[in-house]
């Protein structure tokens, strides 16, 4: 029965991020998943709890890859550049969860509990704690994280717009790799000594 239950966990994660939590329903999950709505329902919870078990599932995924690499990083600015990367990194691994969230952001499943406060704040405030004594006065720990994260979903769910020579909109590798060492600048910028 887990896998089962994992399976439709797994159908339920790809159509709140296609349609968001609002406009699916369980019998669009249930035939997605090639079952009858009661054995969604049996398996999984209703849908606010399904929900709730697909956002804790992607949050759980995060947190595990931002706490790893806030224990194996290198302490000072290495430290915030070694978190971009694992942030980026698993971002460009999961867009479905990046999708979750931009639903979520634009008022998408009002309704259900404060997911933000369980699970994303806590990680947030590790993750301040961690970057203290970093910025120099006038620059604020938690802008900058914000402005990494806000820079990541927009590269990822829009794409970049160059102006100043052709290219594609496409996250492909050079311009991802690109946006990483804009990334890092951006980091090292904002927690350089002023002076």
């Given at each position: ?18 349609l968001g939590y609002d406009w699916t329903s369980m019998r669009m999950i ?166």
């Amino acid at each position: 029965m887990d896998a089962e239950r994992d399976r439709l966990i797994g159908v339920a994660t790809r159509l709140f991020a296609e349609l968001g939590y609002d406009w699916t329903s369980m019998r669009m999950i249930a035939d997605a998943a090639g079952v009858d709505p009661e054995q969604v329902t049996q398996a999984v919870g209703d849908k606010p709890e399904l929900y709730q078990e697909v956002m804790a599932r992607a949050l759980r995924a995060e947190q595990e890859v931002v706490r790893s690499a806030l224990r194996s990083a290198t302490p000072g600015v290495q430290a915030a550049l070694d978190l971009v990367d694992a942030y980026l990194d698993f971002n460009l691994a999961h867009p479905e969860y990046l999708s979750l969230w931009l639903h979520r952001w634009t008022g998408d499943a009002a309704d259900t509990p404060d997911l933000e406060g369980l699970y994303s704040r806590p990680l947030a405030f590790e993750v301040a704690e961690a970057m203290q004594g970093l910025t120099p006065d006038g620059v604020s720990v938690d802008h900058l994280l914000w402005t990494v994260v806000w820079c990541v979903y927009g590269f990822l769910s829009g794409g970049v717009r160059y102006v100043s020579r052709q290219r594609g909109d496409e996250a492909d590798p050079e311009a991802v790799e690109e946006f990483r060492a804009y990334l890092h600048t951006l980091v090292r910028r904002m927690t350089a000594p002023v002076g």
